[in-house]
Each structure stands twice: as structure tokens, then as C-alpha cells.
């Protein structure tokens, strides 16, 4: 069984960035993919971005599509979230999470998760 800790959330203005870190331990990293999640104030849980268990795709949701960055380092059990360009409504609670089969943006799909980290987006 995996255990995953998200660090490197804080507050940040607008138009900032922010690299969010995710340390598994555990399990054999490099046979899980990798997703990032999020949950804003008042809303439901929602797929950031995920990362195939090789590092070689990628899949972004529309709202982060050219601002943040998904990648992972086997070698260091870590998932990576490289976030730029922030605004007030990517505030939010961010979680990784990982799942022992393909990358996918469906949140049911992952097994594992992190306790969070909270991002805050001032304007």
C-alpha cells in the first residue's frame, strides 16, 4: 500500500506560481500512475491533471491546459505539480493521488490519496 504526502502549497498573488510536491512511500512508485486533484471552496473535488506511470504522457483538464505542469521523478518516488500563471480561482485544497493501472481523470479510479495542501490565490 502506498502512502502519499503533498507539500509546497502556501499563498501566492495572481499571476504567481507555485510547484507542488508529492512524496510516495511505500509501494513500488513507478507502477502507479500519478493524478492531481483539487477542491475549491463550496464545490466538489475536480480531476487538475495526471501522469502516465512512465512519465511519458500527460493529461491536462481544459481549466489548467497551458498553465500547469504534471511530471514525476521515478528515481525519487515523486509526482510534481508545476503550477504558473495562477488567478484567485485555482484556490483551492490539492491533492495527488495514484492508481496501480493507466493515467485517467476519473477520481473514483484512484486508490490512494494524500492529505492535501492547501494553495491560496490572492488578487
Known amino acids: 500500500q502506498v502512502q502519499l504526502v503533498e507539500s509546497g502549497g502556501g499563498l501566492v498573488q495572481a499571476g504567481g506560481s507555485l510547484k507542488l510536491s508529492c512524496a510516495a512511500s511505500g509501494g513500488t512508485f513507478s507502477t502507479y500512475a500519478m493524478g492531481w486533484f483539487r477542491q475549491r471552496p463550496g464545490k466538489e473535488r475536480e480531476f487538475v491533471g495526471a501522469v502516465s506511470r512512465s512519465g511519458a504522457y500527460t493529461i491536462d483538464a481544459d481549466s489548467v491546459k497551458g498553465r500547469f505542469t504534471i511530471s514525476r521523478d521515478n528515481a525519487e518516488n515523486t509526482a510534481y505539480l508545476q503550477m504558473n500563471s495562477l488567478k484567485p480561482e485555482d484556490t483551492a485544497v490539492y491533492y495527488c493521488?495514484?492508481?496501480?493501472?493507466?493515467?485517467?481523470?476519473?477520481?473514483?479510479?484512484?486508490?490512494?490519496w494524500g492529505q492535501g495542501t492547501q494553495v491560496t490565490v490572492s488578487s
Open positions: 493521488a495514484a492508481r496501480s493501472d493507466i493515467a485517467t481523470s476519473r477520481i473514483r479510479a484512484y486508490d490512494y
